[in-house]
């Protein structure tokens, strides 16, 4: 069984500072997704990483896949009120045949004040 | 923007009683996917459907669960005998192919509250 582990599980911020998500894993996944999750709503893509090493930016935040596909981090830049939500990484899990078979983290919930 | 849309948003059921969740996966998308939340854990996958059967589907996923895409738009998870325990929302999901290339998305629904009592 795979297993993600997410860190941190909160964090409380002011509008303006940068902050760091991090998922991590024994195990090698075949892509790593970032997801963000409205209170009683489904998980909406953020951005899928698949390459080790490789980086992709949307915007303030900034995704990056590990080198040997075990983690992956969520940067953001000048974080803003808009940013507070749930954060879920989900990662495939390598020689799988189903992509959506995702394990997923416990989340981070993020808060930032205005 | 497509959607995957879910029905009930939310149903209370008592403990033995049947239920069937219903989704509308996005029409291109030929695979196919329920999970679920327990309040307060992680999203947990259960089956994945391709081609009229299942591909893949996790310990949850026993006897008392079946999926079933009845027609050419619905994709429907049944609980035959619900516990209390199955007390989660579930999320549908979607996506056009199954290989993890860059582009390729999984998109969920709203998921549905099922509340056992």
């Known amino acids: 069984t795979q297993l993600l582990e997410q860190s941190p599980q909160f964090l409380s911020i002011q509008e303006g500072e940068n902050l760091t998500v991090y998922c991590n894993s024994s195990?090698?996944?075949?892509?790593l997704q970032w997801y963000r999750q409205e209170p009683g709503e489904g998980p909406v893509l953020l951005v899928t990483v698949v390459t080790g090493g490789e980086v992709k930016k949307l915007k303030r935040l900034t995704f990056q896949f590990g080198d040997a596909r075990k983690d992956s981090s969520l940067h953001i830049t000048a974080a803003q009120p808009g940013d507070t939500g749930l954060y879920l990484c989900?990662?495939?899990?390598?020689?799988?045949?189903?992509?959506?078979?995702?394990?997923f983290g416990q989340g981070t919930i993020l808060t930032v004040h205005p | 923007e497509p959607e995957v849309t879910q029905t009930p948003s939310h149903q209370v059921t008592q403990m033995g009683q049947e239920v069937i969740l219903r989704c509308v996966p996005i029409?291109?998308?030929?695979?196919f996917y329920w999970y679920r939340q327990i309040l307060g854990q992680k999203v947990e996958f259960l089956v994945s459907?391709?081609?009229?059967?299942?591909?893949?589907k996790s310990e949850i996923f026993d006897d008392q669960f079946s999926v079933e895409r009845p027609d050419g738009s619905n994709f429907t998870l049944k609980i035959r005998s619900t516990k209390l325990e199955d007390s989660a929302m579930y999320f549908c999901?979607?996506?056009?192919?199954?290989?993890?290339?860059?582009?390729?998305?999984?998109?969920f629904g709203e998921g549905s509250w099922l509340t056992v009592v």
């Open positions: 999901a979607s996506s056009e192919r199954a290989k993890a290339v860059s582009g390729n998305t999984i998109y």
């Open positions: 989900a990662g495939a899990e390598a020689g799988g045949t189903s992509y959506g078979k995702l394990t």
């Open positions: 459907f391709y081609n009229n059967e299942i591909s893949e």
């Open positions: 195990s090698v996944f075949s892509s």
């Open positions: 029409s291109n998308h030929l695979y």
